[in-house]
């Protein structure tokens, strides 16, 4: 489907990503990890241009969840009609670009090769470098795309798909980990858990949605590791719990929706009270979340309470933005390619730790 999207200021931050003197790099984004095609394209003059997003949820709710086949098979379907579409809407030229960036890892294996294939085959015929980006530092970088949006250094509370992590962020290639889950990703407790409940997929947004008409406190649900003294998660147990009191008895309307809001609840209380203990561990002043479930409303309301509290900033993307795109991907790749990042070979990493990608040479005396 086709996203309209506002021009956005030259200057994204004051942090000043892309020096105001420097040519206009026009740089195309290409996301397809999993089950979502996202391409955009950005100038580092004039801001994101355009981009258009097409999600496999209906083809996928069949299921109950991702098909991987299913899901390259229509990346490839997809892929190259939303890029003639974003380009018709941005009125650029294709020979107009100065990269391609794309989504090189963690991911689908199948699905990112879509991705690849075209970013690389489109490169090489114009003559531009192909950027091989990580799907979290995209999720990481996106609050930057907003207004206002946060400076360096801060603390990252990543919550996107499988992953649940907090990184210490000190620039651009720069991020130490400081924690993450040790089992279950929030995201995958919200889904495990609709499901439990017979919300279908996909089950986070529904179950959000169902604990809006709930009150917490009529269930008592764990707080795995609220009071560790690491910065690690554990969600499993959580989700256990649940499985648990729903088994013990026939839930009605109002009773269903309880157990949605108390779990909720639960997992507010854990990522509130460790991004909190992040910030605190790193003398941080801002505080930037990132991905699905940072569009969590409770979450949100939270961790802006806390924040006002406490005396920090906090950060979050457009709401559009929280979920995999390709204007995440367009602008973390033009970041690298302003910071002189070089260009990659062609490959994917299913698998890839965000803190090892390092910081583009020309950005390591900066």
Not at 64 to 71: H, K, N, S
Not at 84 to 95: G, K, N, Q, T, Y
Not at 312 to 323: A, I, Q, S, W
Request: net charge negative.
């Amino acid at each position: 489907m086709r996203v309209p999207v506002p021009h956005l200021p030259s200057h994204v931050t004051a942090s000043q990503p892309f020096p105001p003197d420097a040519s206009d790099r026009l740089v195309l984004g290409i996301e397809s990890s999993c089950d979502e095609t996202g391409i955009a394209l950005f100038s580092t003059a004039r801001g994101l241009l355009a981009h258009a997003l097409h999600s496999q949820v209906d083809m996928h709710a069949a299921y109950g969840g991702v098909v991987p086949e299913l899901a390259s098979r229509d990346h490839i379907r997809r892929i190259l009609p939303l890029t003639r579409e974003v380009l018709r809407e941005a009125s650029a030229d294709i020979h107009d670009l100065s990269a391609v960036a794309y989504t090189e890892g963690p991911g689908l294996a199948g699905a990112l090769l879509v991705g690849s294939g075209l970013a690389h085959g489109l490169a090489f015929a114009l003559g531009v470098p192909a950027i091989g980006v990580h799907h979290l530092e995209g999720h990481l970088l996106s609050p930057l795309l907003s207004t206002p949006a946060p400076d360096f250094p801060f603390v990252a509370l990543l919550v996107s798909g499988g992953h649940t992590q907090l990184m210490q962020v000190e620039g651009l290639g720069r991020y130490r980990l400081l924690g993450e889950t040790v089992d279950d990703a929030a995201g995958e407790a919200f889904d495990k858990t609709a499901k439990i409940l017979g919300l279908g997929y996909p089950g986070g947004p529904a179950l959000s949605r169902l604990a809006g008409t709930g009150q917490p406190g009529r269930f008592r649900l764990p707080r795995p590791k609220l009071h560790s003294e690491d910065l690690d998660f554990s969600f499993s147990g959580l989700k256990t719990a649940v499985w648990m009191a729903a088994r013990a008895g026939d839930l009605d309307a109002s009773a269903k929706a309880d157990l949605a809001a108390e779990f909720q609840e639960a997992v507010v209380d854990v990522l509130v009270g460790k991004a909190i203990a992040a910030v605190d561990q790193c003398s941080a002043e801002r505080l930037v979340i990132a991905g699905g479930v940072g569009a969590n409303v409770r979450l949100r309301a939270r961790l802006d309470e806390a924040a006002r509290a406490r005396g920090f900033e906090v950060f979050y993307p457009r709401l559009e933005f929280c979920t995999d795109n390709g204007a995440m991907i367009a602008f973390a790749g033009a970041m690298r390619v302003s910071a002189g990042a070089p260009a990659g070979a062609f490959g994917v990493r299913p698998r890839w730790d965000l803190a090892s990608i390092g910081v583009p040479v020309a950005a390591q005396s900066a």
